[in-house]
């Protein structure tokens, strides 16, 4: 090999190498030892969901919560020890992230069919693409091969996006993790299923920012109800739909619901409503383009499981999604 095509094939292992460990998961990683994992866990998810109407939901944002705190490491599933500060327990999941005793259902069908081989962070991410596929959305072939923590990081949870964030701390905090603008705005559209509690956005129906009126990038008609369903000095933790107009259904409904300025969340409208949003022209065209949006939330999942997992020899392979091996 010359000099110059030496140059260029270091810049490209440099590059990759950049881009984090991606290139270890694989769709086939348990071809030969748990050839029916996928099925398994969509089966499962299903079961749930004939009890829990919610459930698809949250599961997608389990895995959301366990990849943005030091990567898809399953995490977020360990409770508390004396060594370990539960991620359960950090203000964005406490009394709000839901759906653990489903993901221990998971696991045993799983361990059931191939004991001891599949990760609880692989089960967090087949989890996610069977909840938005049976929910109307998507399917995607799922990358494999994540490896499970040995710890937990409750400062890391307690610096998960938050509904109240600024777009630039969105970004920034997306950038964190390798995610970028087109990520964001596709990734927030999981906002299309699934429940947020009053607390989580009164702030904008009163005396938003301190003003005394509400937030102005708010439909006023959309405002009278959720006024209605959330009470001055009401409860915080009364539900209400992400998406109204198809609560439980993966469909682009929620980007629809911005350009009717009828995000729920703050974060949500800001993705259009901020002043020279680099989102903006995202989300309208996943207004247009139910199609467009299936295909970049895909890739965007694909995106968003690459981030950090452990692999090889490192972590383990937890024989219970809520505490470390002993052995
Ligand atoms: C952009 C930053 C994000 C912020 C600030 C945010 C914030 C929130 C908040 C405050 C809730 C309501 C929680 C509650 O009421 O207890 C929620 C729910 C939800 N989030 Fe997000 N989220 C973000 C991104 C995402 C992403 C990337 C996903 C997945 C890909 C996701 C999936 C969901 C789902 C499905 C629900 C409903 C969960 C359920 O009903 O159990 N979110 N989010
Ligand atoms: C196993 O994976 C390889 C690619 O890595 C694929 O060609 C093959 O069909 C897979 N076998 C099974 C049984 O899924
Ligand atoms: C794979 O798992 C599904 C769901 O549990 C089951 O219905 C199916 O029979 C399994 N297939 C094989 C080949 O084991
Ligand atoms: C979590 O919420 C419970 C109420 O359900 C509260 O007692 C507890 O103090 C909260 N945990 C933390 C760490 O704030
Ligand atoms: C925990 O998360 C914080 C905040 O994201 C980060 O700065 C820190 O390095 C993490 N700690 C470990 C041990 O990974
Ligand atoms: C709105 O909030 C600000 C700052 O917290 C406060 O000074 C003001 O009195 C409030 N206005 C109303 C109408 O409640
Ligand atoms: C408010 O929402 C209603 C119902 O979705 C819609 O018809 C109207 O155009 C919206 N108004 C604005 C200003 O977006």
């Not at 440099?14 to 086939?28: E, P, T």
């Not at 399953?74 to 709000?96: F, H, R």
């Not at 998971?106 to 693409?129: F, M, Q, R, W, Y």
């Not at 920034?172 to 964001?184: I, P, R």
Request: charged fraction near 15%; include cysteine; hydrophobic fraction near 35%.
């Amino acid at each position: 090999m010359g000099c110059s095509s030496l140059v260029v094939a270091l810049a490209i292992s440099l590059a990759l190498l950049c881009h984090g460990s991606q290139a270890q998961l694989s769709s086939s990683f348990y071809n030969t030892t748990c050839s029916n994992v996928s099925a398994v866990v969509r089966a499962a998810v299903q079961q749930a969901q004939s009890s829990d109407p919610r459930i698809y939901a949250s599961l997608t944002r389990l895995f959301f919560h366990d990849c943005f705190v030091d990567g898809c490491d399953g995490s977020v599933l360990l409770d508390n020890t004396a060594t370990i500060q539960s991620e359960k327990d950090a203000v964005p999941n406490n009394n709000s992230a839901r759906g653990f005793n489903v993901v221990d259902d998971i696991k045993t069908a799983v361990e059931n069919a191939c004991p001891g081989v599949v990760s609880c962070a692989d089960i967090l991410a087949l989890a996610a693409e069977a909840s938005v596929n049976l929910a109307g959305g998507p399917s995607w072939s799922v990358l494999l091969g994540r490896r499970d923590s040995t710890t937990a990081n409750r400062t890391g949870a307690n610096n998960l996006p938050r509904p109240f964030d600024s777009l630039s701390m969105l970004q920034s905090k997306f950038a964190a993790v390798n995610l970028d603008d087109t990520d964001l705005a596709t990734l927030s559209g999981a906002h299309t299923f699934g429940r947020a509690q009053c607390r989580l956005f009164v702030n904008r129906l009163y005396n938003f920012s301190g003003t005394g009126s509400p937030d102005p990038s708010l439909n006023t008609t959309y405002l009278a109800t959720l006024q209605q369903s959330c009470p001055q000095g009401g409860d915080g933790t009364v539900l209400n739909n992400l998406d109204p107009s198809s609560p439980d259904t993966f469909d682009n409904g929620y980007y629809t619901n911005l350009e009717s300025n009828s995000g729920l969340l703050q974060s949500d409208q800001e993705l259009l409503s901020t002043t020279g949003a680099s989102t903006a022209s995202i989300v309208n065209s996943y207004a247009s383009s139910q199609t467009t949006f299936f295909q970049n939330f895909a890739q965007s999942m694909i995106n968003m499981g690459n981030i950090s997992p452990l692999t090889g020899s490192s972590g383990e392979i937890r024989s219970n999604c809520r505490m470390v091996n002993s052995g």
